[in-house]
């Protein structure tokens, strides 16, 4: 019914940047919510960043001031644009979506595969 794709995962060096996108297809009526989130080997997977339909975000303390989400309405898609980056930011990315979709009643809460983000030197 509904697909996400995450792009932009890649090996960095601290200090470095990176963008996310998580382009989502398929029978969509209405997306609110949208975030990452993120899993550190042998972590639990924790929230990065979310941004609701009126464009509110919300950030992890650990990110704050480094990181930016943001949400492209027309295209389905969320962005996380990752600066001052850390080997602590090293993990798997996923996106998480909160939509409608006009085959199905209710709320559908939609996962990304995952994009690997390794900081290292």
């Known amino acids: 019914q509904v697909q996400l794709l995450e792009s932009g995962g890649g090996l960095v060096q601290p200090g470095g940047s990176l963008r996310l996108s998580c382009a989502a297809s398929?029978?969509?009526?209405?997306?609110?919510?949208m975030g990452w989130y993120r899993q550190a080997p042998g972590k639990q997977r924790e929230l990065v960043a979310l941004i609701t339909s009126g464009e509110t975000t919300n950030y992890a303390d650990s990110v704050k001031g480094r990181f930016t989400i943001s949400r492209d309405n027309a295209k389905n898609t969320v962005y996380l644009e990752m600066n001052s980056l850390k080997p602590e930011d090293t993990a798997v990315y996923y996106c998480?979506?909160?939509?409608?979709?006009?085959?199905?009643?209710?709320?559908?809460?939609?996962w990304g595969q995952g994009t690997l983000v390794t900081v290292s030197s």
């Open positions: 998480n979506l909160t939509l409608r979709s006009y085959l199905a009643s209710g709320y559908l809460e939609v």
């Open positions: 398929g029978s969509i009526s209405k997306i609110y919510t």
